[in-house]
């Protein structure tokens, strides 16, 4: 794949396999030569992406580097704390850069992190999980979690630049690139009926051309954040999903051993608020059994109790898109087309709950 270039709000996001000499140009263009340079990895990208960053541009040699433990529960402010800290001993300034490489969790705090540390400090995106390329790095939202809450404390604050690798995508184990996957479904989703067309026609397990995917669902999201790159209205299209997909993502992370990963929730949260596409704004159900089965073919069943449905609600009541005290979703209008700011009642919201249990009996 040749080197793709997509102008977003104010920054390159650079897509390719071949992007060493693109990354080293960069830095020195920004003359980081006498500044310091702050690497934030966890234990994964550490081990398995850095040592091919390092090999082939040789600054990553010589940057500072900060481990942080994986995962949705290291995204708090106490990791936060600990990163400012570590800032703070290595004399860090305000013409310090902070590279994150890592997942949508890695550059989420990140980001948070440098955008507040001495009233903020540049950084830039390297994201290594396909849920980070498809989406998470790119937008220019960050922050972290408060307790198990999602994303309730943030900014929104663009990076120095994006440097999009496919080629990590090989580093990963097969539930991290799957748990990717429904960033990708919900871009196709929101956008244009042909882009559903064109990834549904392959099995995701015969998918090899991530390069070319990435590639188009960068262009829908920077679509929707370049109309509206402060989420005041058009771009809550993205939100599709992720209502309930955050919801059950959060009860996962307070009550399951093994919790869901972000994309799994979300997959489920796909079907669910389908469902309530079909009944609220005229979704075929032609289109809500093809959705449902596409994301079935991907996923297996999480055990949603009935008995949990409340908790899981409770949950829902502190997503940041409500308003007056209702639940405020994206639901679409047909495969391609979506509306904002559906109030949906609560009875609907467990219906579609149900729906997705009834899938599996």
């Known amino acids: 794949m040749e080197q793709t270039i997509i102008n977003s709000d104010g920054y390159p996001i650079f897509i390719g396999n071949n992007l060493y000499a693109t990354i080293k140009s960069f830095l020195l263009q920004y003359e980081f030569k006498g500044n310091k340079v702050f690497l934030l990895v966890d234990r994964n990208s550490r081990k398995y992406c850095l040592p091919v960053l390092m090999s082939n541009v040789q600054l990553f040699q010589k940057v500072f580097i900060m481990e942080i433990e994986g995962g949705e529960e290291t995204k708090t402010i106490e990791t936060a704390s600990i990163i400012w800290q570590k800032l703070a001993d290595k004399s860090a300034d305000r013409n310090s850069i902070l590279i994150n490489l890592g997942g949508g969790m890695v550059t989420d705090i990140g980001g948070f992190v440098a955008s507040t540390f001495k009233r903020g400090i540049r950084y ?32 929104f604050s663009n990076p120095q630049t994006v440097f999009i690798l496919p080629e990590f995508i ?88 093994d919790p869901l990963i972000h994309g799994e929730a979300v997959a489920i949260g796909l079907i669910c608020e389908s469902y309530i596409s079909f009944k609220k704004t005229g979704l075929k159900k032609t289109e809500l059994d093809e959705i449902a089965s596409y994301v079935l073919n991907v996923f297996d069943e999480y055990p949603l109790r009935s008995g949990n449905f409340d908790f899981i609600i409770d949950i829902m009541k502190h997503d940041k898109k409500n308003t007056g005290g209702k639940f405020n979703f994206t639901l679409l209008t047909g495969i391609g087309d979506a509306l904002i700011n559906q109030d949906v009642e609560l009875t609907l919201i467990r219906e579609s709950l149900h729906y997705y249990q009834n899938l599996f009996r």
């Open 170 to 257: 090989e580093t990963l184990p097969p539930r991290q690139i799957r748990a990717g996957f429904p960033e990708i479904i919900k871009h196709a989703l929101i956008y244009k009926k042909h882009y559903w067309e064109e990834l549904t026609v392959q099995d995701f397990s015969d998918i090899h051309n991530w390069d070319e995917i990435i590639s188009w669902s960068v262009e829908i999201k920077n679509y929707f954040v370049m109309e509206d790159p402060l989420d005041t209205g058009f771009r809550k299209v993205l939100n599709y999903g992720h209502t309930i997909g955050h919801a059950i993502e959060t009860f996962s992370l307070q009550n399951d051993e």
């Open 124 to 155: 830039l995106n390297i994201p290594t999980t396909l849920l980070g390329m498809a989406d998470a790095a790119i937008g220019g939202k960050v922050g972290m979690d408060l307790q198990s809450l999602k994303n309730q404390i943030g900014l």
